[in-house]
């Protein structure tokens, strides 16, 4: 049991692993949306008459009427782009210096020849968790070669052990903070028909009221309804295409470290004959 634990053990990988305290992300996106949306977007200039309850001069004060729900939306939207950028990070770390195919070719080619020594430096040169992954399965190679008492399906067995344990290791670090991503694509959405439920409200209260004077009232709820409404879709577009092809990425990712074990231990199982 000890050889598969040591033989599972990936080497740490080297770089940039992601954020896992992803929270303060979302208080850091927040206070900066707060500001964003009081001194950029609530700038007495962006209105008639330099007051926020007159009407809006441009697109930045037409934002700004979308209410409290603006600076909600902002943070989503703001969390979605921080977190992109410390997936796409994150995963650059993962599958190492050079391409992902044409490392699992050399490595392949290496493994057919028995040449596992230039296999691990190929690993070596790669790093990542591609490579940590592949080194643990190369160590039990050699290990199970050296081992006595085991016949050689158990063999093969510990060295699919070894790779499914180290692939395991690795994986909660490829998949950190992407719920997060995928549960931006509907809260964006339901913030935003939030913000134009409350919006549509507003408007329907200034027609109750009647009166020409109660016109602002009115395109104030409209335009607060329509704001909304459009950030909650943007916020959710960037989210699912983020998610997307961060899930992707990873699915290439996991399919290659599949194809990688699946050689190593068949390469075993062909170049040994059975233990009497």
Known sequence: MATTQNAASPKKSQGFQGIRAAIWVIVVCLIIAICIYNFLLGNPENFAGNDTAGHPTNLLGTI???????????????????????RWLALRTAFGKGSLAKFVQNVKAAVAKGDFNAAQNICDKQRGSVANVVSASIRAYKEMESASGLKKAQKVAKIQQAHEEATQ???????????????????????GLLGTV?????????????????????????????INTAFGILTSWCSVIAYNTFTNKIDKLTYALDEVGYTIAQTYEANHTEEA
């Open 169 to 191: 290791l690795e994986m909660p670090t490829l998949q950190m903070n992407l719920p997060i991503l995928a549960t931006i694509v509907t809260l964006g959405t339901l913030t």
């Open 64 to 86: 700004y009427k979308g209410g409290i729900i603006v600076p909600i939306i902002q943070t989503l939207l703001l969390t979605v782009i921080a977190l992109s950028i410390e």
């Open 198 to 226: 409350i919006g549509m409200i507003r408007s329907f209260q200034a027609l109750a009221a009647g009166g020409g004077g109660d016109s602002l009232a009115l395109s104030t709820g409209i335009s607060e309804a329509l």
